[in-house]
């Protein structure tokens, strides 16, 4: 059964650091893109980036380039999106998905982190 | 940059049909897939390339994309449909790009 598993809510301050994760399971995790989609309290689906674990290959959306960095650990089937400076903004729920290579769509999602910056 | 419109809300009685809309500039030359997302739970894609069904998705899903309108279609919608839709297609500029969302009500 293909999963993929993200890390807890995290509530932290504006100015804190933050890496959260989704580990996938079930399925070949170097063979499929990983994405990331935020959604902000009330608000729709952003995709923020992917990477591909085969080869790091990485690419952001322009509103989310410089803001975030999306990496991976293929040895432990984990992808990871990271804040080097949180801030109130940032607050929402942060959803992995796969992407099947070649194609257009998300076939399986994680669960979501809830992220909640505030002072 | 590539935008999708969808209605806020749509309403439909028990055991009816739904039919959610997504709008686009010349939207049926793109691929357009579908996402149930359910409050506190992932989404669900359940329509891809315009109008397939991924394995375990009812036959009540369908869908269709053409000229600048996407529709998903509920046929004989349940109260477990009660759901905000999602559409998505991707763009050489923008990438993957979402719909604003349609919370689907089965009174």
């Known amino acids: 059964e293909v999963q993929l598993v993200q890390s807890g809510a995290e509530v932290k301050k504006p100015g804190e650091s933050l890496k959260i994760s989704c580990k996938g399971s079930?399925?070949?995790?170097?063979?499929?893109?990983i994405g990331w989609v935020r959604q902000m309290p009330g608000k729709g689906l952003e995709w923020m980036g992917i990477?591909?674990?085969?080869?790091?290959?990485?690419r952001y959306s322009p509103s989310f380039r410089g803001q975030v960095t999306i990496s991976v650990d293929k040895s432990i089937s984990t992808a990871y999106l990271q804040w080097s400076s949180l801030k109130a903004s940032d607050t929402a729920m942060y959803y992995c998905?796969?992407?099947?290579?070649?194609?257009?769509?998300?076939?399986?999602w994680g669960q979501g982190t809830l992220v909640t910056v505030s002072s | 940059s590539y935008e999708l419109t969808q209605p806020l809300s749509v309403s439909v009685a028990l055991g009816q049909t739904a039919r959610i809309t997504c709008g686009g500039n010349?939207?049926?030359?793109?691929?357009v897939h579908w996402y149930q997302h359910k409050p506190g739970q992932a989404p669900v894609m359940v329509i891809y390339?315009?109008?397939k069904r991924p394995s375990g998705i009812p036959e009540r899903f369908s869908g269709s994309n053409s000229g600048n309108t996407a529709t998903l279609t509920i046929s004989r919608a349940q109260a477990g449909d009660e759901a905000e839709y999602y559409c998505?297609?991707?763009?050489?500029?923008?990438?993957?790009?979402f719909g604003g969302g349609t919370k689907l009500t089965v009174l």
């Open positions: 998905a796969r992407r099947v290579h070649s194609t257009s769509w998300f076939d399986y």
């Open positions: 079930g399925y070949s995790f170097t063979s499929y893109w």
């Open positions: 990477i591909y674990p085969g080869d790091s290959d990485t």
């Open positions: 010349n939207i049926g030359s793109k691929n």
């Open positions: 390339r315009d109008s």
């Open positions: 998505q297609v991707w763009d050489s500029s923008t990438h993957w790009v």
